[in-house]
């Protein structure tokens, strides 16, 4: 029996929500090419595979089984029954492990009675941890006729920081959910990681097959492209608060919009070409306009001009709003403000852009002065220019409207986040106690102190990011 069947985890311990299988690895010593069972399809002299949860004390059966598949895409076909293994060569086979629970998990095999190959492994172990969240990004396609949205998340378990990137597929059928396709593990981040990046870009990624993730670590800015195994690494004086990441379909650059200190900063990672790798510098900084409470940074659609947009909300008793445009690659020369008049800023709120022809509009969370100071979403109203050397135009009527949000009284907000779909807010605040409520709607999200929150606006709808098996959306 020349061939000699061995098997083991593709990874001793793995991050729920991973693609999890046994890599089944025959060997053939001999001069021949041997055909034998496939180990992992349910084909005769095939080894019997058991799996013990953890916990449990009965082993279950263990078997090839497609995976859970949507919008229309197709199953794969079942594993071939026979494999040819060649003459003093080898071949591995994957077995899948799907509905896995947390904790440690063994995985054994029993070869049938009088096998034409010998199975050298008895049992093995593996562990799967549960996902802790630090951070989520959600990143789009600002393509409206082909969207797409991708994810990065940052795992902290005991010993490092680990990155996630999600790809979504977009839903064929009306009324549909973006469903992720795939949860990859990215990189190893340091122990202090924190603020995840997924840029929004002006093309669609998977048709240019490029894409960025990044995330911070205390002052140092790391950026990491596509097909890059080592991240690009900027040192900041400080450390630093990211507003947004973009990606420019003309360069192919990272931008990362930050506020350090008194300064708005625009750092630049350039993609890898060649045998160079990707690099970072800052492109330029800028003083505040005000004191820093909150910002925001939208990006043109596709085949629009590619200008970057700014907001920014003071951390005033009455706030105020900041408005820029970048046309080129300088540093915003003029701010437009709007006074937020009996309003209260409320930390952790963060704003949201549109712009459509002439005109901009930023809308933020914030607490009337007025009544018994409920919560109301306050827009900005903005002119926009039309050309670099053009004047920004008047905005007839008033300078900013504020609208209050039905929401349960006294509610304590600990962060608010706004979306434009449209020409339409949607708004989504988590109360103190961790639960999540979408104001006119009676119902709340429960609690869970491990859910980062993260919003995204796009054409079948606005979606919410959450944590289950994995980065999936929820609808707003």
Same mark, same amino acid.
């Given at each position: 029996?020349?061939?000699?069947?061995?098997?083991?985890?593709?990874?001793?311990?793995?991050?729920?929500?991973?693609?999890?299988?046994?890599?089944?690895?025959?060997?053939?010593?001999?001069?021949?090419?041997?055909?034998?069972?496939?180990?992992?399809?349910?084909?005769?002299?095939?080894?019997?595979?058991?799996?013990?949860?953890?916990?449990?004390?009965?082993?279950?059966?263990?078997?090839?089984?497609?995976?859970?598949?949507?919008?229309?895409?197709?199953?794969?076909?079942?594993?071939?029954?026979?494999?040819?293994?060649?003459?003093?060569?080898?071949?591995?086979?994957?077995?899948?492990?799907?509905?896995?629970?947390?904790?440690?998990?063994?995985?054994? +095999?029993?070869?049938? $009675? &009088?096998?034409?190959? *010998?199975? =050298?492994?008895?049992?093995?172990?593996?562990? #799967?941890? !549960? @996902? /802790?969240?630090?951070?989520?990004?959600?990143?789009?396609?600002?393509?409206?006729?082909?969207?797409?949205?991708?994810?990065?998340?940052?795992?902290?378990?005991?010993?490092?920081?680990?990155?996630?990137?999600?790809?979504?597929?977009?839903?064929?059928?009306?009324?549909?959910?973006?469903?992720?396709?795939?949860?990859?593990?990215?990189?190893?981040?340091?122990?202090?990681?924190?603020?995840?990046?997924?840029?929004?870009? +002006?093309?669609?990624? $998977? &048709?240019?097959?490029? *894409?960025? =993730?990044?995330?911070?670590?205390?002052?140092? #800015?790391? !950026? @990491? /492209?596509?097909?890059?195994?080592?991240?690009?690494?900027?040192?900041?004086?400080?450390?630093?608060?990211?507003?947004?990441?973009?990606?420019?379909?003309?360069?192919?650059?990272?931008?990362?919009?930050?506020?350090?200190?008194?300064?708005?900063?625009?750092?630049?990672?350039?993609?890898?070409?060649?045998?160079?790798?990707?690099?970072?510098?800052?492109?330029?900084?800028?003083?505040?306009?005000?004191?820093?409470?909150?910002?925001?940074?939208?990006?043109?659609?596709?085949?629009?001009?590619?200008?970057?947009?700014?907001?920014?909300?003071?951390?005033?008793?009455?706030?105020?709003?900041?408005?820029?445009?970048?046309?080129?690659?300088?540093?915003?020369?003029?701010?437009?403000?709007?006074?937020?008049?009996?309003?209260?800023?409320?930390?952790?709120?963060?704003?949201?852009?549109?712009?459509?022809?002439?005109?901009?509009?930023?809308?933020?969370?914030?607490?009337?002065?007025?009544?018994?100071?409920?919560?109301?979403?306050?827009?900005?109203?903005?002119?926009?220019?039309?050309?670099?050397?053009?004047?920004?135009?008047?905005?007839?009527?008033?300078?900013?409207?504020?609208?209050?949000?039905?929401?349960?009284?006294?509610?304590?907000?600990?962060?608010?986040?706004?979306?434009?779909?449209?020409?339409?807010?949607?708004?989504?605040?988590?109360?103190?106690?961790?639960?999540?409520?979408?104001?006119?709607?009676?119902?709340?999200?429960?609690?869970?102190?491990?859910?980062?929150?993260?919003?995204?606006?796009?054409?079948?709808?606005?979606?919410?990011?959450?944590?289950?098996?994995?980065?999936?959306?929820?609808?707003?």
């Amino acid at each position: 029996m020349p061939v000699v069947v061995t098997f083991e985890p593709i990874r001793p311990r793995s991050t729920d929500g991973e693609s999890l299988s046994l890599k089944v690895h025959l060997a053939n010593g001999g001069a021949a090419d041997a055909a034998v069972p496939n180990p992992i399809a349910a084909a005769p002299g095939a080894p019997a595979w058991e799996i013990l949860a953890p916990g449990a004390s009965d082993w279950r059966k263990l078997e090839w089984t497609p995976p859970a598949v949507g919008h229309g895409r197709k199953a794969p076909p079942p594993p071939p029954p026979v494999l040819t293994v060649p003459a003093n060569g080898a071949t591995d086979a994957y077995l899948p492990l799907r509905d896995v629970a947390v904790g440690e998990s063994r995985v054994r +095999a029993r070869a049938p $009675a &009088g096998a034409d190959y *010998t199975l =050298a492994t008895a049992e093995v172990s593996f562990k #799967l941890e !549960a @996902l /802790a969240a630090r951070g989520v990004s959600l990143g789009r396609s600002t393509d409206p006729t082909s969207q797409e949205l991708f994810g990065v998340l940052l795992h902290a378990n005991e010993s490092e920081c680990v990155v996630f990137q999600t790809r979504f597929q977009m839903p064929h059928a009306p009324g549909g959910i973006p469903e992720p396709a795939g949860f990859s593990r990215l990189a190893t981040a340091a122990a202090n990681a924190r603020e995840p990046l997924c840029p929004d870009a +002006a093309f669609e990624r $998977a &048709g240019s097959m490029f *894409t960025w =993730a990044g995330w911070r670590e205390g002052r140092t #800015l790391c !950026a @990491l /492209a596509l097909g890059e195994e080592t991240p690009a690494r900027l040192e900041l004086e400080a450390e630093a608060v990211v507003l947004q990441a973009t990606v420019l379909k003309r360069t192919l650059e990272l931008e990362v919009f930050l506020v350090v200190g008194a300064e708005l900063v625009l750092a630049r990672f350039q993609a890898p070409r060649g045998a160079a790798a990707a690099s970072g510098a800052i492109a330029w900084r800028a003083p505040l306009p005000g004191a820093f409470g909150a910002g925001a940074v939208a990006i043109d659609a596709v085949g629009e001009k590619e200008r970057r947009h700014v907001a920014l909300v003071t951390p005033e008793f009455e706030p105020r709003v900041f408005f820029a445009t970048l046309w080129d690659e300088k540093p915003p020369a003029k701010w437009q403000e709007r006074w937020l008049e009996a309003h209260a800023f409320v930390p952790g709120c963060r704003p949201a852009i549109r712009v459509s022809g002439d005109r901009a509009r930023v809308a933020t969370v914030v607490r009337s002065r007025v009544d018994d100071r409920p919560l109301v979403l306050a827009t900005a109203e903005l002119g926009l220019a039309t050309a670099p050397d053009a004047s920004v135009p008047e905005v007839e009527g008033p300078r900013f409207t504020s609208e209050r949000l039905a929401l349960d009284k006294g509610l304590e907000a600990r962060a608010a986040l706004v979306a434009f779909r449209g020409a339409t807010p949607a708004t989504v605040v988590e109360a103190a106690d961790g639960t999540l409520h979408v104001p006119g709607r009676p119902e709340t999200r429960p609690a869970d102190p491990h859910q980062p929150l993260a919003i995204v606006a796009l054409s079948m709808g606005t979606f919410i990011a959450r944590v289950r098996r994995g980065l999936v959306v929820e609808r707003l």
